[in-house]
Every structure is written in C-alpha cells, then in structure tokens.
C-alpha cells in the first residue's frame, strides 16, 4: 500500500517532511518492540509551525508498513488535508482531544499491549516498585473508560491529560505525549516497562522489596525536570532509528 503513494514534497515545507520520516521512525520502532495490535492502534505528531495539523497513519496499514509518504495529515477538526484516505476515528478522537487540551503536545502515542492492557484493568494499577515505575511515577495521570469515538470523550480525555503526560486509559491502554516526539517515545517506554514489571509482581509469591518514600521523592524532583528536557529520549530514540534501519527498514519514502 504504501509504496503506491506519492507525495508533492514541494507543496510541503521541510519541517513536515522530517516530521513524517521521523514519525514513520517511531511506528518502525513500534513494530520491532511488538507493541502492535494489527491495525487498531495509532502514533502521531503535530507539524512544526502548524499547531492545528497532525499526522496519523492510515487505517489499514501494519505499523511496518507506514512510510513517510503513506502518512495522513489531519486538521484537529477531523479533516484530511491534501492525499486523501480513511483514517480510525477512535484515534483521531483520541489524538485531536490531547491536542485541543495540551499545546505543548506535540506527539501522541498510544498502545494496546498485553501488560500495558492488563494494568490498566486495576485501578490506580502501577506502584512506585520499580527503578523503571520512578522515572514516571509523578507524572501518570488515570483515565476512565468512556464511549469510543465520542466527541464528549475527546473532551473528557483532554481534561485528563491536563494532570499528566503518562497516561493509563483504564480498561483500554496506555497513552503518552510529549514535547519531542523522542520524548514521547521514552515516556511510552517507561510506562511499559513498569506495567510489565507490575504484572510480573503481582503473579509472585512473596513481599515486593519496598523503596524508601525519601528515594520516591528525590527520583519526582530530579524526573519531573530532566522529562522536559529536549534531550530526554533522544539518544534512546537515535539508537533505535539505527537498530530499524539495520534491520532494513525504508521509511523515508
């Protein structure tokens, strides 16, 4: 599918170009992580320079399939500029209401694996257990389940994301957003390394080895500054571009 689409590079400026390589990046290293659920989940990125446009892959495209070029580009009032496509409605529900609440937002990923899915049956499901769990803890926020594809959740899931960047959609998934879309990317992985260290703690026999409410309180003070950061992810998320491309994934095209 994707290698069928071509786009007018020259009717684009050049920071939506790298947006699109660098997003198509970040569903490559999706894809290699696993967490996919064939074609029902969805990353995006707004376009430098044009707050109210993001870009989101089409509906019906394996996360290894998505190329720059394969791309859709949306207005937040759920309209698809320039090459036209069907995109999921649910994502575009979810995307466009984090970007209406949070304009410092500027990717937005979202996934459904098996641990990220299971912690998000428990209520206030992740605990401060873990070395992982600490780099998000303070900055997790808890969104009930409401009805898909509604424009009353779109609004209900900004108002949430106005309490944290890590977010647990409670019997659905896991969302994270970020000013850089490396950030966003390390977000995500921290969130699914602490629910995967969560179940795993909640299936063993024993006491969890507590960490000191002091350690709990120094990791929030020194996490909380380095998430803003522009070069918090950035080096995780460089290696990871080389790791696909060595794989041979093309997805600058």
């Given at each position: 599918m994707s290698a069928a689409i071509q786009l007018n590079r020259q009717t684009m400026?050049?920071?939506?170009?790298?947006?699109?390589?660098?997003?198509?990046?970040?569903?490559?290293?999706?894809?290699?992580?696993?967490?996919?659920?064939?074609?029902?989940?969805?990353?995006?990125?707004?376009?430098?320079?044009?707050?109210?446009?993001?870009?989101?892959?089409?509906y019906?495209?394996?996360?290894?399939?998505?190329?720059?070029s394969s791309l859709l580009k949306m207005d937040i009032d759920?309209?698809?500029l320039g090459e036209a496509g069907s995109f999921n409605n649910a994502g575009f529900i979810?995307?466009?209401?984090?970007?209406?609440?949070?304009?410092?937002?500027?990717?937005?990923?979202h996934t459904h694996t098996r641990a990220g899915a299971g912690v998000s049956l428990l209520q206030d499901g992740l605990r401060p257990i873990s070395q992982d769990v600490l780099q998000i803890y303070d900055d997790v926020a808890y969104h009930p389940y409401g009805v898909p594809?509604?424009?009353?959740?779109?609004?209900?899931?900004?108002?949430?994301?106005?309490?944290?960047?890590?977010?647990?959609?409670?019997?659905?998934?896991?969302l994270s957003f970020g000013p850089t879309l490396h950030g966003a990317l390390h977000r995500l992985y921290m969130m699914e390394r602490s629910c995967e260290l969560e179940v795993m703690a909640r299936t063993m026999t024993g006491q969890i080895a507590p960490i000191a409410q002091y350690v709990i309180d120094k990791a929030k003070e020194r996490y909380s500054k380095i998430r803003l950061t522009e070069a918090y992810g950035?080096?995780?998320?460089t290696a990871l571009v080389r790791t696909v491309e060595r794989q041979?994934?093309?997805?600058r095209r």
């Open positions: 400026s050049d920071a939506e170009w790298q947006t699109r390589c660098d997003l198509a990046s970040l569903y490559r290293i999706c894809h290699y992580f696993g967490w996919t659920d064939t074609i029902n989940t969805h990353l995006s990125a707004r376009i430098p320079g044009e707050p109210n446009h993001f870009l989101i892959n089409r019906g495209e394996m996360f290894d399939e998505v190329t720059a759920g309209n698809v979810i995307h466009s209401g984090v970007y209406k609440a949070r304009p410092d937002a500027n990717c937005v990923l594809a509604s424009v009353e959740e779109c609004e209900e899931l900004g108002k949430t994301c106005k309490h944290g960047s890590c977010v647990v959609l409670l019997n659905h998934g896991l950035r080096n995780e998320w041979g994934a093309d997805f």
